[in-house]
């Protein structure tokens, strides 16, 4: 998976790298079919933000992680966007498997005549 990492008024350093790649390494086993993530973080009023976007299976997937600490938001975000692709991997598996039909009350009636309850 390629990591598009990118800062705004914060300067992104090779140990903030490193720790964000560590973090989404776990992510990119899980999901292989992630291609890339861009990974903006910022930081104002004192806080830092973390924007995590990618596209998962057709479906833009984003989370965000705030904190007053780098690292923790870090954290936050990649929970967020573990869940998040979760989330999707479940919807997915959902409409692949055949939903039971309703029978219709034609075919119910047939059937009783068929059962012979006398």
């Known amino acids: 998976m390629k990591i598009n990492l990118s800062g705004h008024h914060v300067e992104v350093n090779d140990s903030i790298k490193e720790h964000i790649e560590e973090k989404f390494s776990k992510i990119a086993n899980h999901f292989p079919t992630l291609i890339s993530l861009d990974v903006i973080v910022s930081k104002e009023h004192h806080k830092y933000q973390v924007e995590l976007t990618t596209n998962y299976e057709g479906g833009r997937i984003s989370a965000t992680g705030l904190d007053g600490v780098m690292y923790p ?10 869940a998040a692709l979760k989330h999707r991997k479940g919807q997915l598996k959902a409409n692949i498997h055949t939903k039971p039909g309703a029978t219709t009350p034609e075919i119910a009636h047939e059937k009783v005549q068929e059962m012979n309850l006398s």
């Not at 938001?73 to 573990?82: E, G, Q, S, V, Y």
């Open 73 to 82: 938001a870090i954290a936050n975000a990649a929970k967020k966007l573990d």
